[in-house]
Nanobody, 115 residues
């Protein structure tokens, strides 16, 4: 079993910054690829960023240059630094990983960007 707990969401003005955290526990190791997804109201969940065990990263075009994903393996924690936030970044942000082919999700943290 794997547990993922997101934190760090909140209300911020456009142009502001937030840092999300995802604390992982259970049967997970530093070799797992970690990802952040988001789901805006009325829209499908979309991939925001991924980070591999070797710290290779990948981003959705909509967040490139503004968001940075990172991980601290000693703390089993993944971060998403979000800068220059836009109203269209408003969504529930979810942490995700796969362990032995099973997908795990956190409950999400809400980010609201006001214009």
């Amino acid at each position: 079993q794997v547990q993922l707990v997101e934190s760090g969401g909140g209300l911020v003005q456009a142009g502001g910054s937030l840092r999300l955290s995802c604390a992982a526990s259970g049967s997970i190791s530093s070799t797992n690829r970690m990802a952040w997804y988001r789901q805006a109201p009325g829209k499908q969940r979309e991939l925001v960023a991924t980070i591999t065990a070797g710290r290779s990263t990948n981003y959705a075009d909509s967040v490139k240059g503004r968001f940075t994903i990172s991980r601290d393996n000693a703390k089993n924690t993944v971060y998403l630094q979000m800068n220059s936030l836009k109203p269209e970044d408003t969504a529930v942000y979810y942490c995700n990983t796969y362990v032995t082919g099973i997908g795990y999700w956190g409950k999400g943290t809400l980010v609201t960007v006001s214009s």
